[in-house]
């Protein structure tokens, strides 16, 4: 069992930035392959960015070269740094653990979701 908290959500103008973080209880961090997912209104959920089993970040397209995951083992904290913020990347952003060994792009494959944040971009 592990649980996930989310903060760091909010309203923010576009080209601004935000950071999201993730934090685990139960089960240690180190067990789990960390992702984070949204899902804009209307819209179904998608992959956001995601640590593989061996521990490479991937991202999607639309978020490559702005969005950073990264974690903190001792903390057992994720994190995913936005910046260039776009009004398109608005949606409900949630923090997961893989607890298959699946692909990470397999939404099937996590088996535990934070409460989701809300990010919100003006333009």
């Known amino acids: 069992q592990v649980q996930l908290v989310e903060s760091g959500g909010g309203l923010v103008q576009a080209g601004g930035s935000l950071r999201l973080s993730c934090a685990a209880s139960?089960?240690?961090?180190?067990?789990?392959?960390m992702g984070w997912w949204r899902q804009a209104p209307g819209k179904e959920r998608e992959f956001v960015a995601a640590?593989?089993?061996?521990?490479?970040?991937y991202y999607a397209d639309s978020v490559k070269g702005r969005f950073t995951i990264s974690r903190d083992n001792a903390e057992n904290t994720v994190y995913l740094q936005m910046n260039t913020l776009k009004p398109e990347d608005t949606a409900v952003y949630y923090c997961?653990?893989?607890?298959?060994?699946?692909?990470?792009?397999?939404?099937?494959?996590?088996?535990?979701w934070g409460q989701g944040t809300q990010v919100t971009v003006s333009s």
């Open positions: 640590f593989s089993w061996s521990d490479i970040t």
């Open positions: 997961a653990a893989r607890t298959m060994r699946r692909h990470y792009l397999d939404y099937a494959g996590y088996g535990y």
């Open positions: 139960g089960r240690t961090f180190s067990s789990y392959a």
